[in-house]
């Protein structure tokens, strides 16, 4: 089981200046979201990007002139899930994006993010897109899933 954390949105600060922390299974995970980014701190700036079929959607929203090549999953895993691995860096300056470039700190570029920020980059884009998503972070070996949900209208 892990610790996760579910980030709530910033329209409501008393929500923000609590952590709402409960623990899953890992397994649970693919029923609450429809993506879910990875950040590879042994080859900076890849991202492994984990999605149900409404979420490789968005995903393929976010670089619309791109075909995105997924992949399956081994056998024991959600059926309708399919992943891949990018280079978040290259395919920005490669091609076209809708990602939240916008939320980059003013001086920076996307060369200059962390592991966690460039799996952030793209829930925030998915979570924007309509879709629910969430990202894997790693500290001094714990490991912890924050979620990203769209906003209720």
Known sequence: MTRLTRKMPAENPQACSKSDAFTIKWSDIPNMVDAVFDGDYKMPGWVLMFANTRGSGHVDD?????????????????????????????AVWAT???????????GRTIDDCTPDQFALLLAFGVRRDGG??????????AESVEFFLPRAN
């Open 62 to 90: 976010l670089f619309p002139n791109s075909h995105i090549e997924w992949h399956e999953l081994p056998p024991g895993l959600p059926d309708d899930w399919r992943h891949m691995r990018v280079n978040l860096p290259e």
């Open 96 to 106: 076209e994006t809708n990602l939240p470039l916008e939320v980059i700190k003013a």
């Open 132 to 141: 629910p998503a969430a990202i894997i972070r790693r500290n001094n070996g």
